[in-house]
């Protein structure tokens, strides 16, 4: 039977479930992974649920099966900047916000030299996934469930999660100024009680150091620039892709 911990919202398939057990997983799974996204019949993915359902897969392979899919490309991989999937692949697969800048950098490293089915496995198939979710539990918000973490990892959190009623959509990736230059992740009231809240107006001063190579030729080891909210994650993806580091990033309006 599936079984629910409402303590934690922790949902597992256990052996001997009936069809409605089934089925509750099936629709959590798919509203975690999609995003809370508006998912029509047709685009279930039936072949899985049959797997599922026979005991050919586990909800972890469920889970798979669902961030692999051409859905789950279209939603996120083919509308999200780099660090924006990033992002989302955090909170879908690991129900927490990526901590610092070296996790997004992995990502983005194993995504552009393995391609986006070796980045969605080392999501699922590392300690971290196994430690908490296991192959039958349905990955969940763990925001309030992280003990020992900073309060910053909290926010970063929060500024990701928004609530039950907001969906995944919007190309930009919402911690990257944060991670990049190591900087507090302040919590933000929501725009018009949409649930989300809104930086596109405003502008940011990036300060890069060049990489060794550049530094060697005796051009300046630092460059500042100003972009806007829109441009942040193309130029900061230049400064990481040129080998260069992010040193500050200051908002300027």
């Known amino acids: 039977m599936a079984l629910w911990l409402s303590d934690t919202d922790v949902l597992e398939l256990r052996p001997n479930f009936t069809e409605d057990d089934l089925q509750l997983v099936v629709r959590a799974v798919y509203k975690q992974v999609l995003g809370n996204a508006h998912l029509m019949e047709s685009q279930r993915l039936v072949t899985a649920e049959s797997l599922l359902r ?48 070296a996790e997004i ?94 930086n596109t107006g405003k502008r940011f001063k990036v300060t890069v150091s060049n990489s060794g190579a550049t530094a060697q030729l005796g051009h300046r080891t630092t460059q500042e620039y100003v972009v806007s909210y829109s441009q942040l994650s193309q130029k900061m993806r230049a400064v990481f892709k040129s080998g260069g580091k992010v040193l500050s990033v200051a908002e300027l309006s």
């Open 54 to 101: 026979d005991g050919d897969i586990t909800v972890k392979g469920f889970v798979r099966a669902v961030a692999q899919s051409d859905l789950y490309r279209s939603l996120f991989f083919e509308n999200s900047s780099p660090y924006r999937l990033v992002e989302l692949n955090f909170k879908h697969l690991l129900g927490r916000a990526p901590q610092d800048q």
């Open 105 to 198: 950098s992995k990502h983005v490293v194993l995504y552009n030299e393995q391609g986006y089915v070796a980045d969605i496995n080392s999501y699922l198939d590392n300690d971290e996934y196994n430690a908490k979710f296991g192959e039958n539990i349905v990955p969940y918000n763990r925001a309030n469930t992280q003990v020992g973490l900073k309060n910053v990892t909290f926010n970063r959190n929060f500024a990701l999660m928004r609530g039950f009623a907001t969906d995944d959509s919007g190309k930009q990736a919402k911690l990257t100024s944060d991670l990049g230059a190591n900087l507090p992740t302040k919590i933000k009231a929501p725009v018009g009680k949409t649930g989300t809240y809104d």
